[in-house]
């Protein structure tokens, strides 16, 4: 327990959370590679934050079987969500582009928020610290202010703050795209992205920076802004708008500002890995036919990843708050950790089923109608 202690005592307060793709294709067109990655780099942050973040900071949840401390699937997340905005941002004009993908990330969000907010406060044992959150967090949080008002307003669920990220993110592509002097000079800015939040650090950061120049940077997502470039820049280099010298600099830049930005203790190494699979999965029309996978997926595993990808966004937004609330009241009651550990797993992944088919996606049906008469 000593280790762990240490461990999280490198990192910032804001552990690594995982947004999920905001809008894909449907089932029926997406490749299963795709699938795979996103699958994956959901699973993994949904372990990460059940079998180690969970016991390690809330003090009434006791070990897991195992813990997983090896944070990634947040940031490809996030390189997914960077690279799907440029496949798709030139199928809408720009403003279009992003109400549509505002109305497939908002709407789950907010019910997300208030769904989370109650739980956590009716059921919630008087040692967990989100049974005591307020109205204001509540309020906070539907406005997306949770992380430039840290003093003032609470996170309901830490990985809420991947929202902010990707709606400025989001906001910036559909300017780049409206915008010709800026459409011309793309790499210029992406560039600018990666480099210039780097230099601020290294220059103005090193020892007790002030508080609006961090709200700058890490409260207005210019910290991670680096991973989505990096989905674009894999985009671009697919479509041969950019060399493969010039991309695996690019993804270079990108690892190093992953490294240097906080939080602390996330795996450079292993998104250089996933970096590469993603490149890969760009290039090839599917991964067994690339010779990535020794044969074509069995037809019933292909179904099982296609739904898990289909819902990895209200598994996301649904798994970390309430799987800790799960996990502290099992755990009370003397129940196995490894049960504990697949019943929070499992609320997740149901949760997040029921977000998508009842909240998430009617919603994006109902404001996409509007926006198309």
């Known amino acids: ?37 996103r699958v994956a780099a959901v699973g993994e942050v949904v372990v990460f934050h059940m079998s180690f973040l969970g016991p390690a900071t809330k003090p009434g949840i006791p070990p897991a079987p195992f813990a997983w401390t090896h944070p990634c699937g947040a940031s490809v997340l996030l390189v997914l969500s960077g690279y799907f905005a440029a496949v798709t941002v030139r199928k809408h004009a720009p403003l279009r582009w992003l109400a549509r993908r505002l109305a497939r990330l908002l709407p789950a969000y907010f019910v997300a928020v208030a769904v989370t907010f109650a739980l956590v406060r009716l059921l919630g044992p008087e040692d967990l610290d989100l049974h005591h959150l307020t109205l204001t967090d509540l309020a906070g949080n539907l406005l997306l202010l949770q992380q430039l008002l840290p003093g003032h307003v609470r996170f309901v669920d ?5 929202l902010p990220v990707q709606v400025a993110g989001f906001a910036a592509i559909a300017l780049l795209a409206r915008l010709r002097p800026l459409r011309d000079h793309a790499l210029v800015v992406l560039w600018a992205a990666v480099a210039a939040p780097l230099l601020i650090r290294w220059t103005w950061m090193a020892d007790n920076p002030p508080t609006w120049l961090v709200l700058a940077i890490e409260g207005t997502g210019l910290a991670r802004a680096h991973l989505l ?7 671009m280099w697919a479509n041969r708008r950019i060399s493969a010298v010039h991309l695996a600099t690019l993804l ?12 602390y203790g996330n795996s450079p190494m292993l998104l250089g890995v996933v970096l590469l699979l993603i490149c890969l999965a760009a290039k090839s029309r599917d991964w067994a036919a690339a010779g990535t996978l020794p044969i074509p997926a069995p037809r019933w ?24 609330l799960v996990e502290e009241l099992l755990a009370q009651r003397g129940v196995d950790p490894r ?35």
Do not use: N
């Open 339 to 373: 049960i504990w550990l697949a019943a929070a797993i499992a609320t997740a992944v149901a949760l997040g089923w029921a977000l998508t088919v009842y909240v998430e996606r009617p919603a994006f049906a109902w404001i996409t109608r509007r926006l198309d008469r």
């Open 158 to 162: 830490v990985s809420f703050w991947t």
């Open 252 to 263: 270079t830049a990108t690892l190093v500002a992953h490294k240097v930005h906080p939080p």
């Open 1 to 37: 327990m000593a280790m762990v202690t240490q461990w999280w005592d490198t990192r910032r307060k804001q552990p690594e959370p995982a947004p999920a793709m905001p809008e894909s294709p449907s089932a029926s067109s997406r490749r299963i590679g795709w699938d795979i990655l």
């Open 301 to 324: 595993p292909a179904r099982s990843i296609q739904w898990l990808a289909g819902c990895s966004y209200g598994v996301y937004l649904m798994h970390q708050s309430i799987g800790y």
């Open 229 to 235: 470039v990096a989905g674009v820049a894999i985009w």
